[in-house]
């Protein structure tokens, strides 16, 4: 198994804080004879108000030498994922978690901000420090 990203632990009680149910930690992708693990799989009971919603979140820390190549690896890495998560757990969605440090001083770059758009990168922002959600976008 891969190791840990260093922001799993502030996503994961991140989503905890919110209500999430982590199922699976990691979330292993089985495709034939190929495995794969995505970070966690978490689900969110039915209630009156939303329908039950399965995720599954890639966490990205984004300190390599490269921050674009760390992008450019994340959405390689993110689109193997839902090409394999279509064919084997269609029900699930998946997001990729960083931190609100990254998403202030990277992500909110011009240029980086296109990328996402053109990709539609579905993303979960986490405070680390407070280990809280502080945004969905998709």
Known sequence: MPKLDIIHNPVKNALIKEGWTITDD?????YR???LYADLGAE???TAERDGRKLVI???SFVGASKIQDLKEALGQ???YRYLLEETAPERKLYVAVSAVVYKSFFNQDVIQLILNK???PLIVVDTETEEITQWIN
């Open 26 to 30: 990691p979330y292993v992708i089985q």
């Open 33 to 35: 004879r190929t495995t």
């Open 44 to 46: 969110r009971p039915i």
């Open 58 to 60: 890639e966490a990205k």
């Open 78 to 80: 993110y689109d193997i």
């Open 119 to 121: 990709h539609q990168l």
